[in-house]
């Protein structure tokens, strides 16, 4: 059974770092891309990052490049996402979630349906 667990979310102020982990269990970890998406008070999920098997190859929203990095310990079954300079319209549940393949397709990489398996999400909450 597979299963993602998500730590790291916190209050926090806004121009401060936080870094979120994603553990995963019950499958070949390596060989699946990791995606991270969020969910703000009242709207829909929304894709943030993602990275393929390796870890060579990542993608972001392009409203959220340059202060979010994702990254992966495959030796720790582990995926992380980097927030820096952070604001309160990141204010959100954070979740991670296993790609079906281990490269992501360079057209549609956000879209959720190349995901499988979800967590249930860590809150990030900024205050200004």
């Known amino acids: 059974q597979v299963q993602l667990v998500e730590s790291g979310g916190r209050l926090v102020q806004a121009g401060d770092s936080l870094r979120l982990s994603c553990v995963y269990s019950?499958?070949?970890?390596?060989?699946?891309?990791m995606g991270w998406f969020r969910q703000a008070p009242g709207k829909e999920r929304e894709f943030v990052a993602a990275?393929?098997?390796?870890?060579?190859?990542?993608y972001y929203a392009t409203s959220e490049k340059g202060r979010f990095t994702i990254s992966r310990d495959n030796a720790k079954n582990t995926v992380y996402l980097q927030i820096d300079d952070i604001k309160p319209e990141d204010t959100a549940i954070y979740s991670c979630?296993?790609?079906?393949?281990?490269?992501?397709?360079?057209?549609?990489?956000?879209?959720?349906?190349?995901?499988?398996?979800w967590g249930q999400g860590t809150q990030v909450t900024v205050s200004s």
């Open positions: 990275i393929n098997w390796m870890g060579y190859t990542a």
């Open positions: 979630a296993r790609a079906r393949a281990g490269q992501l397709p360079t057209s549609g990489f956000e879209s959720q349906d190349e995901y499988d398996y």
């Open positions: 019950g499958g070949q970890f390596i060989l699946h891309a």
